[in-house]
């Protein structure tokens, strides 16, 4: 058995698409006598710089000898954007079935999704491993290949997409697909098949807007029933079709972390308490602190959109689980749980005569009514109005990252109130 990886071939102005480059490649071992097994999709850091999207990485498990790939591999590379100085593709085979590939290639799959990696430390491996390589450009993609060429042996949790490419002439132009047969077809699958439309938004999530070969990608937990929805899709017409095996929707990217230890770069699950009322600032992104160990800011940008809503209900005083990348030190909301809601709130008391807001009556003098007289200790509790319960919320499909898990899927350790 051989595993064939490839990543960074893309460019983010002129087009293409890594998963393309795979699916030819998976072609050609085909034409080449060979039998392919699976075809990894594999989503690492979303936090890398230099992603040109999604930061995907690709590996083709097949059947034809190691040495005959080789040449194939080269040649996938040429399918790259490298006008583009930004691409640098890298491609790596390892003459090994997947499951028996070096512990090395593992643990760069691990930490490729979860940290940020160095070029020159991943070459030293995969030469230590005596893993072929080649590449273009500074051959930064060799990061990326490592990880594909490893992640059979990382991860345990996988779900499918059902790619289907446009034929080469119109890519670039506007797509032609039936939103209602997308709709509908998405309906009838969900939730077996997840994030394929944003129903709220009115939005077909599944239809790229980039200039890439991608009609539509349609994503869940069973190969199959991709597959069928993405044949009820009225369109323009499929020039092929691919599923992958992914580790999209796995969440594999967060970690458990604490708020005073957690890095720029890397993605945690934080237990905390909301330590200020959430505040709307310019642009219409939510931020609020979070309180533990330390404190860190959290935020919900503009574009997830109602999910700035279950953040703004949140409370000082709430714990809760945030999820999602720390950056310049925020952490920018994926998802949360709320532990514990807070029921009252600590506001100035009422005149028990007149009815008026009582006033301070000075430095911890309690307040006092001056009209009537009365006088009281200190705030008093009142119940609150809660718009939240607890458990979990997350952003919607048009905002979700393609490694982060949609509530739907289940598995999660308290109620759940999926977007959908
Ligand atoms: P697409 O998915 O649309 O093909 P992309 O978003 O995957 O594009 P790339 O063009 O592949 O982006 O760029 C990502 C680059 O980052 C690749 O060169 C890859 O090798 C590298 N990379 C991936 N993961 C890491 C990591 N954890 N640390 C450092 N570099 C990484």
Known sequence: MTVIAVDDTDSRERGMCTTYVATRLAEQVREAGGTVDRTLLVRLNPAVEHKTRGNAALAVHCDLPAERTLALADNALDHAETADPRTNPGAVVVDAAPDAVPD??????RRAVRELLDLDTVRETLSVAGVETVERGMGRGLIGAAAAAGAHRAFEEWTYECISYRERDRWGSDREVDVDSVFAAADDAYPEVWDTVDREEGVAVCVPRTPCPILHGIRGDDPDAVRRVAERIES?????????????GTDAHLRDGTIDTAQDGRAYRLDGTVAARPDTKEGGHVFFPLEGTGR???????PTKRFRDRVRALREGDRITAC????????????????DCVQTELV??????CGRSMKSAGANAGYRCRDCGTDADGKVEQPLDRDIEEGWYEVPPVARRHIAKPLVRGGFDAPTHPER
């Open 104 to 109: 090395a290639l593992a643990d760069v799959a």
């Open 236 to 248: 323009e017409s499929v020039a092929r079709r691919h599923t992958f095996r992914t580790n999209q």
């Open 296 to 302: 860190l800011q959290c935020a919900a940008f503009e």
């Open 324 to 339: 999602g990348e720390v950056s310049d030190g925020t952490l920018k909301l994926e998802k949360f749980a709320v532990r």
């Open 348 to 353: 100035t008391p009422d005149c028990p005569d």
